[in-house]
């Protein structure tokens, strides 16, 4: 009778375990669907945001009997040499704008040749070379932060 005892026992104590790693998993489950549905409310792309926030702002000055007009300046005709811009310029400009990167940004390509476009002499800057003293910003004339990931922080 001893041995049967011990065996409801042991088997009592295995269903407990079971349970508790069930309820475990469950737990664990519903924490990262939890931060999965968090992520995605918060990584609304920026064009999505931006759009939506427009369209507000539309909204309210429909609301309130204004129109919402988009004007370019009377003189503009979309070329560079307009305004004395050159893409294929080789000289300075004296202008210094510098690119602030980090892992995980993007863009940072693209917004150096629209700041080069737009007469800047551009420096890309990484941030351990600011925070060792290889760089600093000194002689710079605007700092420009892109866009992306920074320090890896997704789930």
Do not use: C, W
């Not at 042991?10 to 968090?38: I, S």
């Not at 609304?44 to 204004?66: I, S």
């Amino acid at each position: 009778m001893a041995s049967e005892d011990l065996r409801e026992y042991l088997e009592a104590a295995r269903q407990r375990r079971v349970h508790e790693q069930d309820a475990r998993k469950q737990e664990m489950a519903a924490r990262h669907e939890a931060r999965r549905r968090d992520f995605e409310a918060r990584s609304e792309p920026l064009n999505v945001h931006v759009v939506r926030v427009l369209e507000g702002a539309r909204a309210d000055l429909a609301e309130a009997g204004a129109k919402l007009e988009y004007k370019f300046q009377p003189k503009f005709d979309g070329k560079l040499s307009t305004y004395g811009l050159d893409p294929k310029r080789k000289t300075k400009s004296g202008i210094r704008a510098a690119i602030i990167r980090e892992k995980g940004v993007n863009s940072d390509r693209e917004m150096a040749y629209a700041l080069y476009l737009a007469g800047f002499d551009v420096k890309d800057v990484h941030m351990t070379d600011l925070v060792s003293g290889r760089e600093d910003l000194s002689d710079v004339n605007m700092i420009v932060f892109v866009g992306g990931f920074s320090n890896s922080d997704v789930y």
